[in-house]
């Protein structure tokens, strides 16, 4: 598989699940850990406008504001920090996360918006977990101001603001959801 090469002033969609499937996180000790490895690695290389952590994966939605080589050893340093925890914890051993992490170039606003909404959506459609109350995703990191590694006052304004930013991942949760009643 053929990487995207990550480049300046670029956004992007960053992902990545265990290898096989495995869980990358067993508690939310583990997850509060990857978001402030993600803070140390990144957060002055990246700006963040979306991410959700899930049992088996995590999705981020980010542009590039570092140099992208920089940027990509920060993903390594932030992924290899916290792999060793994570195995130190869990008694295990080996690779973590599968190869390398996934990364699909966002080019367009359209685009842009539909991948924040999915990602802030991502607990509901793969666990039936509120969006709304989800704690460890965008989502209600904007809506509350908790944790705050976001940009949030530009993704507001992507949005049209804050309640314009509420309706649209209502009205897409309502349009997955008779999607998924047709089927």
């Known amino acids: 598989?053929?990487?995207?090469?990550?480049?300046?002033?670029?956004?992007?969609?960053?992902y990545n699940r265990g290898?096989?499937?495995?869980?990358?996180?067993?508690?939310?000790?583990?997850?509060?850990?990857?978001?402030?490895q993600y803070q140390k690695y990144l957060v002055d290389k990246v700006s963040t406008f979306a991410y959700?952590?899930?049992?088996?994966?995590?999705h981020f939605v980010i542009r590039i504001d570092g140099e992208p080589k920089e940027v990509t050893q920060g993903f390594s340093n932030f992924f290899n920090s916290y792999a060793k925890a994570y195995n130190k914890a869990e008694n295990r051993t080996g690779s973590l996360f599968e190869k390398h992490f996934r990364r699909i170039k966002v080019d367009s606003e359209k685009y842009l918006?539909?991948?924040?909404?999915?990602?802030?959506?991502?607990?509901?459609?793969?666990?039936?977990?509120?969006?709304?109350?989800?704690?460890?995703?965008s989502y209600k990191e904007v809506?509350?101001?908790s944790f705050n590694i976001l940009k949030t006052e530009e993704l507001l304004d992507l949005f049209g603001g804050k309640e314009n930013f509420k309706e649209v991942h209502d009205s897409r949760r309502i349009f997955l959801?008779?999607?998924?009643?047709?089927?």
């Open 1 to 14: 598989m053929k990487l995207e090469v990550l480049e300046k002033d670029r956004f992007y969609h960053i």
């Open 177 to 183: 959801s008779e999607q998924l009643t047709l089927e």
């Open 113 to 137: 918006k539909q991948v924040i909404i999915y990602v802030n959506l991502n607990s509901q459609t793969h666990f039936g977990k509120d969006y709304k109350n989800y704690f460890f995703s």
């Open 143 to 145: 809506i509350s101001g």
């Open 19 to 36: 290898i096989n499937g495995c869980n990358i996180f067993s508690n939310d000790e583990n997850r509060n850990y990857f978001l402030k």
């Open 52 to 58: 959700c952590l899930l049992r088996n994966h995590f």
